[in-house]
Each structure stands twice: as C-alpha cells, then as structure tokens.
C-alpha cells in the first residue's frame, strides 16, 4: 500500500515505541518522514531500520526538545528544506511525567509533565500550521492523547490532566483549522507494550496489559496502523475526532493501576522521563526529599 505516496511528515517521538512503528509504516505507505526526538541514540537505530528496509533517502533525523519553541520551528523549518514541504505533523512525543499523591507533586515536575505533554503539542500544532497554510495544499495534525485523559484512573493526575487538555485542544484547533484544509485528529491508545509503559520490563506490568476484555496485547503497530489511516485522504472528512485504540478498556470501565490507597502511582513519587535518555526520578513516600 502506498496512500501516502508524495507526503512529507513529521513524527516527533518517532525513535521509540509508537513513534517508531508509526514512522515505519509512514514509510512502507510512500512517505518521507523526518523523525524528532530528544534521544540521539534511539533516532540513529531508527535510521539504520529504515535503511535497512531501503528507505535510506527517504528519511532525516533532528534532535528536538518539543517543549522548546525554537526547536520545533526548527524542525518544521529541516522537514521543508530536506523534503520541500510539510503534509502530515504526528505529535506524539510523550513521557510518563508526575507521579505519586497530590501533596508530593513537586510544581516543577508538574511543569515538566505539562511542557512536554501539552505544550509540545500547541507548539507543533502552531508551527506546522503555518507551514500547511502557507503551502496551501491542506495537511493532517495528528496527536497522541490518551484515554487516561478521557476518565479518571488511567494515569497519574498530572498525566491525565495534560491529555484531556490535549484532547480538548484538538477539537478546538479542529475547528479553526477547518477552512484552510487542515484536519486535526488524536488518537487515545490505552496499554500499549512500549519502553514508556514497562521500561524494559514487560512482564512487571503484565497485570495492566490483561486488564482490556481484548485478548490480545496492544503493540505499536496497532497505533502506527490507526495513524497512516488517519494520515490519509481515506479520512479526509474526519477531524476533531481522538480515537480510542484501546481493546475496550474504557468501553469496559477501567482502574489500571489499582484503586484508593492500592493504587501503585500513590505508593512513591517522582516524575517519569520516558525514553529520552533522561533518568527518572522515584521517592518512595517516608523517604526524606534528596
């Protein structure tokens, strides 16, 4: 299949996870895709898949902190100039941020969750909307959200809340964006297997992956699948929209991680860095703060 033949598209987060399966499959439909991530490390293994499968020419790499303005204008500016235009910005970089009770949610964790997962995301839509009007052609911004935006006990408060300002976000720039051709669309994944959720360690959160009614485990191929339909002109009528890719959890009702004092984000708390090359932080509660 190549039904985005032509594109050019940017996927920030796109050296890991659902970024990755998502630029792969980008490239498998006929795309050219300029990958953004704050890991080098994780961007030059991604370059060498995509080489590997013959798509050498095809893709780029830009180091980019996506709470930072002039990065991302940067990276809208290196997707221009190396494939000449700007069809596709899937804004899906992500980290797991604050984490643990309200009254140990240091403010500058708070901040850092909200930078990189809401933030991030105006600054993208910004940006890559000036380009698509410029261009004039039209263009689709997608956004990862989350169902833990969407109903309580899918994620920590501060994750949470970052996706359902994400999510509220996309149908309000839906909206302006309209006229000019430009979809804006989020897709919620609910537990899907990547280094964000179990950090190496699969087995340690197998609990949370049998929580769906859907037997089987939701892998990043089933969100890089979502995206390139979304991506395309078969979706062209829909925008403003955040589909659920979750196996039914939340059709179902969900406490993914426990409820009242069980709940395991309550048992310690830090900020989570995800899969930027960055540590995380952990306090378990009764230490003192280091």
Excluded at 165 to 171: F, G, M, P
């Amino acid at each position: 299949m190549t039904r985005l033949a032509g594109k050019v598209a940017i996927v920030t987060g796109g050296a890991s996870g659902m970024g990755r399966a998502t630029v792969m499959r980008f490239l498998a439909e006929g795309a050219r895709v300029v990958v953004a991530d704050l890991n080098e490390a994780n961007g030059a293994e991604t370059l060498a898949m995509a080489r590997a499968g013959g798509h050498g020419e095809d893709i780029a790499f830009v180091r980019c902190d996506v709470a930072r303005e002039d990065d991302v204008a940067g990276l809208v500016a290196a997707a221009e100039k190396r494939f000449g235009r700007l069809d596709i910005a899937y804004l899906n970089a992500g980290v797991g941020g604050a984490f643990g009770p309200i009254a140990e949610t240091d403010v500058e964790d708070w901040d850092y969750t909200f930078a990189v997962l809401a933030r991030s995301v105006f600054l993208g839509m910004k940006h890559a909307s000036v380009a698509m009007k410029r261009q004039g052609r039209g263009g689709v911004i997608l956004v990862t959200a989350s169902i833990a935006g969407m109903v309580g006990g899918g994620g920590s408060h501060a994750y949470s809340a970052a996706k359902a300002a994400v999510i509220s976000l996309i149908e309000n720039v839906a909206a302006e964006l309209a006229p000019d051709r430009i979809r804006v669309v989020g897709i919620a994944p609910g537990v899907i297997s990547t280094p964000l959720v179990h950090r190496g360690r699969p087995e340690k959160f197998e609990k949370q992956f049998q929580q769906q009614p859907w037997p089987d485990r939701g892998e990043p191929d089933c969100i890089a699948d979502v995206a390139a339909f979304l991506a395309s002109d078969e979706a062209r009528f829909i925008t403003g929209e955040t589909v659920k890719v979750d196996g039914g959890l939340l059709a179902q009702g969900i406490a993914l991680w426990g409820t009242g004092r069980d709940n395991s984000f309550l048992k310690s708390a830090g900020v989570n860095r995800g899969t930027t090359g960055e540590g995380m932080v952990v306090r378990h509660l009764g230490e003192r703060k280091s």
